[in-house]
């Protein structure tokens, strides 16, 4: 260790032999996990959502291109960022419940909600395409299948990834009136 730097207990004890207060005493505190790491009231499933629904595009590029190329090792990646989008979907499903339960969202938006579960299930279909064998694993329906899916995710998801509703159409009730 170099004789210059010192501990916070050996600092204490130097300030505390000498007696010397025109030393100034810092301490360097760092604390990285002290604070939440989600708001409790913010919603968790759009943070699923997302990343799911860039995995389900990114099937689209992979099997176009296996369809130039030919080379098997893409539609591997595309069944291995199927499986990756359909796990974070289901996990992302699970987080809906839990936003409704703990009324972190107050309505859901039934259209969007009715896009997304589109998405999966045309998803969940094109998995199944691609667990065929060889070209036709990927040409022509699971590129179609890929391009639906796509499609349909940018769509819904170009005013963000939550299915809460942004203004409930529920009347509100004050807190005095609950009272």
Do not use: C
Request: cysteine-free; hydrophobic content about 50%.
């Amino acid at each position: 260790m170099n004789r210059f730097f010192r501990t916070d207990a050996r600092m204490e004890r130097a300030y505390s032999e000498r007696g010397d207060a025109s030393v100034p005493r810092v301490r360097l505190v760092f604390r990285p996990f002290q604070g939440p790491i989600s708001h409790p009231g913010r919603p968790l499933h759009p943070r699923l959502i997302g990343p799911g629904a860039v995995l389900l595009i990114a099937v689209l590029a992979t099997d176009v291109t296996y369809a130039k190329t030919l080379l098997f090792q893409w539609d591997n990646f595309s069944i291995w960022l199927l499986t990756g989008g359909l796990l974070l979907a289901a996990f992302a499903a699970l987080a809906l419940v839990l936003d409704v339960a703990s009324r972190r969202i107050a309505a859901i938006d039934w259209l969007r909600f009715s896009g997304f579960a589109a998405a999966v299930l045309l998803s969940l279909l094109n998995a199944f395409v691609h667990s065929r064998d060889a070209y036709t694993a990927v040409v022509p329906e699971g590129l179609e299948l890929s391009a639906l899916v796509s499609a349909i995710l940018v769509v819904v998801g170009w005013r963000g990834w939550s299915v809460g509703m942004r203004h409930s159409s529920r009347p509100t009730v004050s807190k005095e009136a609950r009272s």
